[in-house]
């Protein structure tokens, strides 16, 4: 969430006084106390500015929050957007490193539908699948958890009633067969722990991004709406390729114990030198990972840079000067 540490008026602290703000508008990108925020809604240039309360300010996210309105390098107010290079522009920007590029917009247009964009509701289901595959693999793995417990418990008794029917002699190897079968139980459990701490990670930083969601969707600029829409959707990304990877990889194989018991048990004791052998089995994954239907949805609102080719450039007027 932006930062919860006490915000001055932006108008009020440029004539040396502090005044703590109630507003803030993400367009003039500063703090308005109740004063200053009749005059700017007075101003026929910033009255149609989209200024929320404080309060509403800070349950942005910090890195939504910090999204400025102006060019950090020309100190002037973005107006334009490069296709080709997907960054925003001031006027100045665009001479200097945007002069061959092709496919530069009003950001204004860009920016209209941002909360509204097919972006966001490919977001929120990318993320509802994603809790729904972690919550899948996170039963698969914990079922998989007590099915070992069971087998393991099964060999347990079959090498105890073994036990039973031979003397002494064996000691040695009963204990070495319960160290390797407790071994394997403890390597597959390890593994699976391990997994599951990964998944219960996941799950925070979905709900985190989630929580983020609605809150630009309440209190961001679309400015914000926009850049911060494409900020998450990389981290959904990393989110997704990690799920992929547990379905393209043996983390999410069946692991089972397997113990067979050696027949010449009962045989000579003295030729006897193990009662059985601890092994483990993998097989296919149980669970399936849920994914969007057709997801060739779009999940950009702002069109591509056209072809670059010469035979495919035209031109056409966009202002008179």
């Given at each position: 969430?932006?930062?919860?540490?006490?915000?001055?008026?932006?108008?009020?602290?440029?004539?040396?006084?502090?005044?703590?703000?109630?507003?803030?508008?993400?367009?003039?990108?500063?703090?308005?106390?109740?004063?200053c925020l009749n005059f700017h809604n007075a101003s026929k240039a910033l009255r149609y500015h989209g200024v929320i309360s404080i309060n509403n300010y800070k349950q942005l996210p910090q890195s939504i929050a910090n999204i400025s309105q102006f060019c950090s390098e020309h100190d002037r107010k973005f107006q334009n957007y490069c296709l080709q290079d997907e960054s925003l522009?001031?006027?100045?920007?665009?001479?200097?490193?945007?002069?061959?590029?092709?496919?530069?917009?009003?950001?204004?247009?860009?920016?209209?539908?941002?909360?509204?964009?097919?972006?966001?509701e490919s977001l929120y289901?990318?993320?509802?699948?994603?809790?729904?595959?972690?919550?899948?693999?996170?039963k698969d793995r914990k079922q998989n958890l007590a099915e070992?417990?069971?087998?393991?418990?099964?060999?347990?008794?079959?090498?105890?009633?073994?036990?039973?029917?031979?003397?002494?002699?064996?000691?040695?190897?009963?204990?070495?067969?319960?160290?390797?079968l407790y071994a394997a139980e403890e390597k597959i459990t390890s593994q699976i722990g391990d997994l599951l701490e990964k998944v219960a990670?996941?799950?925070?930083?979905?709900?985190?991004?989630?929580?983020?969601?609605?809150?630009?969707?309440e209190y961001a600029s679309d400015l914000q709406a926009f850049i911060g829409s494409k900020?998450?959707?990389?981290?959904?990304?990393?989110?997704?390729?990690?799920?992929?990877?547990?379905?393209e990889d043996a983390s999410l194989q069946k692991m089972d114990i397997n113990c067979k018991i050696n027949d010449k048990i009962f045989d000579l004791l003295s030729s006897i030198t193990s009662i059985g052998l601890v092994s483990?089995?993998?097989?296919?994954?149980?669970?399936?990972?849920?994914?969007?239907?057709?997801?060739?949805?779009?999940?950009?609102?702002?069109?591509?840079?056209?072809?670059?080719?010469?035979?495919d450039i035209r031109m056409k007027l966009q202002n008179n000067i």
């Open positions: 969430m932006a930062s919860s540490s006490i915000v001055v008026c932006g108008v009020c602290e440029s004539q040396h006084s502090t005044i703590t703000a109630e507003f803030w508008c993400p367009e003039c990108d500063e703090g308005l106390c109740s004063k522009c001031c006027p100045l920007c665009i001479q200097p490193n945007h002069d061959k590029c092709m496919g530069i917009i009003s950001l204004e247009k860009v920016i209209e539908n941002a909360k509204t964009s097919v972006l966001f289901l990318n993320l509802k699948d994603i809790k729904i595959n972690v919550k899948r693999v996170d070992i417990k069971v087998q393991r418990q099964k060999f347990h008794d079959e090498i105890k009633q073994v036990r039973i029917k031979i003397n002494e002699h064996i000691d040695s190897l009963e204990q070495r067969i319960l160290r390797d990670k996941i799950t925070e930083k979905v709900d985190l991004l989630q929580t983020n969601i609605r809150a630009i969707k900020m998450i959707e990389t981290e959904i990304q990393k989110h997704e390729k990690f799920m992929q990877s547990l379905f483990v089995k993998s097989s296919p994954p149980l669970v399936v990972m849920k994914t969007v239907k057709g997801k060739q949805v779009q999940t950009r609102s702002v069109p591509r840079a056209p072809p670059s080719a010469i035979s």
